[in-house]
């Protein structure tokens, strides 16, 4: 049977749902449709055989982005004609595999998770950290400020490198320790930055937060996303580890947006990532899903 890889075409957008998936990973699982994603016909590519779609993926990026950020959906019948997509699709980006929180209990969703990280990887994908996604929603209350740090407005960029840049040292996220790895602390500090510029929220949110003493001990940066209010970044410097500290700034965080109109917040952190883990339980946020990202 002929095997056909392509992108789709303006109009054919009922080719991505005609594969038939029962909906308990990935994006389908949290009850969203491939339609609300806006995704862009060139960045989702199908399988056919003999004119059936056996498989799918779908790149996001952007409104203003040439290039995707991550790769959203990934979904077969035939697990051959999925390596060979992700293979032959011209596009590159993070594949991130969104689960809910019991997938490893339930047969049915570990087996569908499963099959979609063998065909990822066997396509050259590497995995490299599971996550936490949270949702905080006002019936979770919102805990109080705790009033160790003051908390200051961001006056320019180079403020937030030199931040990013010590914040960094050490770091427990897997992303950042890549970037470290590969290409050192000013990278990895450029890439942070750089992924604040390109969310559309306002720079006047972010702060810079301080001990008593005066001493720089944290940035707490709350944001949007293009579709919620999300706690953008939680960074401790090395020297104030330890001090629970984390947990200061994501009040802050939460408390920013709230100000701002928020009903719901999303932030995740790496599962290894205990002490953001503790200041995310803490402060009342629960575990809506789990994510793995492959590179």
């Not at 995707?68 to 595999?97: G, R, S």
């Not at 937060?209 to 401790?236: D, F, H, M, Q, W």
């Amino acid at each position: 049977m002929s095997l056909t890889i392509r992108a789709l075409l303006p109009g054919e957008e009922h080719l991505f749902d005609s594969l038939p998936d029962p909906g308990l990973v990935g994006f389908a699982a949290f009850g969203e449709t491939y339609a609300a994603g806006e995704y862009r016909p060139e960045w989702t590519w199908i399988a056919e055989r003999d004119g059936v779609v056996v498989a799918r993926a779908a790149w996001w990026g952007g409104p203003e982005d040439t290039e995707p950020k991550t790769l959203d959906w990934f979904d077969f019948t035939d697990a051959d004609a999925a390596v060979q997509l992700l293979k032959e699709a011209p596009l590159h980006a993070e594949y991130w595999l969104r689960l809910p929180p019991n997938w490893r209990e339930d047969k049915d969703i570990h087996e569908a998770a499963l099959t979609r990280l063998s065909a990822a990887e066997a396509a050259g994908f590497k995995r490299l950290v599971e996550r936490y996604r949270y949702r905080w929603t006002p019936d979770c209350g919102l805990p109080e400020r705790p009033g160790q740090l003051d908390f200051q407005p961001v006056e320019d960029d180079q403020q937030i490198f030199e931040a990013f840049r010590q914040i960094n040292q050490g770091s427990l996220d897997a992303h950042v320790r890549k970037t470290v790895e590969q290409s050192g602390l000013d990278a990895s500090a450029q890439e942070e930055l750089d992924i604040l510029r390109w969310l559309p929220s306002p720079r006047d949110w972010w702060r810079l937060a301080y001990t008593p003493s005066g001493e720089l001990a944290g940035i707490s940066i709350p944001a949007r996303n293009y579709k919620n209010p999300i706690i953008g970044y939680i960074g401790v410097l090395p020297a104030h580890r330890g001090n629970g500290y984390a947990y200061d700034l994501l009040v802050e965080a939460t408390h920013i947006l709230v100000e701002n109109g928020a009903d719901r917040v999303i932030a995740a952190t790496d599962q290894p990532n205990f002490p953001m883990a503790r200041a995310f339980a803490k402060a009342g946020y629960p575990v809506s899903e789990h994510r793995i990202d492959l590179a």
